[in-house]
Nanobody, 123 residues
């Protein structure tokens, strides 16, 4: 059974930074792509960033240049460093694994989701 546990969310002023972490259990982690998603109130869940097992990355246009996804396979953890945060980044952020990372960078989510962590950016 794969479990994903996010942490690092909170309240921050616009222009500030946060680093989210997602700790994964099980041997699935190192051989699988990982994705960070977010869902704002009244909106659909959207892909923010994804990373392959080898470290290739892709980002949503809205966060490119501000967010960085990384992974530490030794710690079974994926990170999302978020800089220059904006009020429109406010959402619940989820990590995901078990999906497919397609050529060109699109990540299709798998069956494994974390419980989510709230990020609130005040103006």
């Amino acid at each position: 059974q794969v479990q994903l546990v996010e942490s690092g969310g909170g309240l921050v002023q616009a222009g500030g930074s946060l680093r989210l972490s997602c700790a994964a259990s099980g041997s699935i982690f190192s051989s699988n792509a990982m994705g960070w998603y977010r869902q704002a109130p009244g909106k659909q869940r959207e892909l923010v960033a994804a990373i392959t097992s080898g470290g290739s990355t892709n980002y949503a246009a809205s966060v490119k240049g501000r967010f960085t996804i990384s992974r530490d396979n030794a710690k079974n953890t994926v990170y999302l460093q978020m800089n220059s945060l904006k009020p429109e980044d406010t959402a619940v952020y989820y990590c995901n694994t078990g999906g497919t990372y397609y050529f060109g960078g699109y990540y299709s989510p798998g069956d494994y989701w974390g419980q989510g962590t709230q990020v609130t950016v005040s103006s």
